[in-house]
């Protein structure tokens, strides 16, 4: 999944942002209103962790809301995502635990909200929540000849027996599985496993499919030349 976190303090930011990394999540992460608002006016994400409290929105500044308006936070660029019809999942993350904080964060479109400090794999459990829920899927599982892989717990089973992947084999697969029959690009797939400012080495995708055709067999990943990698039917 690609996600795009929105968090003005650097220790929470670098810890969250490894953390997701090693669940196989591609994270990008701004650190102010008038970041977040170009990036979400450009991008697209699977799921957006908004911090309440951000810089870049000051009165008087380039992005002051009105004249005597309170200033732009984030609870501004949630809204702005909403009024423009923008469906992407939002939870906030915030230090703000007043319970008329949360209805607000929550009559403002966010889908979850998570008050800090709070343990990381509470934060990932709630990512997987938010977007089972926006998939529509009671049961998040993904099938494909043989194959069943859940995103919810990470696990990946061939004819019912576990296959072991790494986090970014993962990534690929499940990639390839949430459209089947459609051709990815590599760089549709280095989305899914890269985030702004890593290093994306040049073969990385074709190693991680090589490393599932060993496990899952050769005749179950597909290759058209110059295009990308799909699904065998």
């Keep these: 999944m690609r996600l795009l976190l929105v968090e003005d303090d650097r220790m929470i930011g670098e810890g ?32 957006v962790l908004l911090d309440l409290g951000l810089p870049g929105g000051g009165p008087g500044g380039a992005l002051a809301v009105q004249p005597g308006a309170e200033p732009a936070d984030g609870l501004t660029v949630l809204r702005e995502l909403r009024a423009r019809a923008d469906a992407t999942p939002v939870i906030v993350l915030t230090a703000r635990d007043a319970a008329g904080d949360r209805v ?3 009559d403002s479109g966010a889908d979850d909200y998570l008050v800090k400090p709070f343990e990381v794999e509470e934060l990932k459990a709630r990512i997987r929540a938010v977007l089972r829920r926006h998939g529509g899927r009671a049961e998040p599982a993904l099938q494909h000849r043989g194959v069943m892989l859940d995103p919810g717990s990470k696990q990946v089973s061939q004819d019912g027996q576990p296959v072991l992947l790494s986090a970014r084999e993962f990534a690929v697969l499940e990639a390839l599985m949430q459209r089947p029959g459609a051709v990815l690009s590599r760089t549709q797939l280095e989305d899914r496993l890269y985030g702004w400012g890593e290093e994306v080495e040049s073969n990385a995708v074709s190693v991680y499919v090589h490393q599932l055709r060993r496990k ?3 005749d179950f990943i597909g290759n058209m030349r110059g295009v990308g990698y799909f699904l065998i039917q």
């Design 16 to 47: 969250l942002r490894a953390a997701l990394r090693l669940d196989g999540h591609a994270v990008d992460w701004v650190r102010d209103v008038a970041a977040a608002r170009a990036t979400l006016a450009s991008e697209r994400f699977d799921l």
């Design 104 to 106: 607000k964060g929550l």
């Design 216 to 218: 899952l067999g050769a």
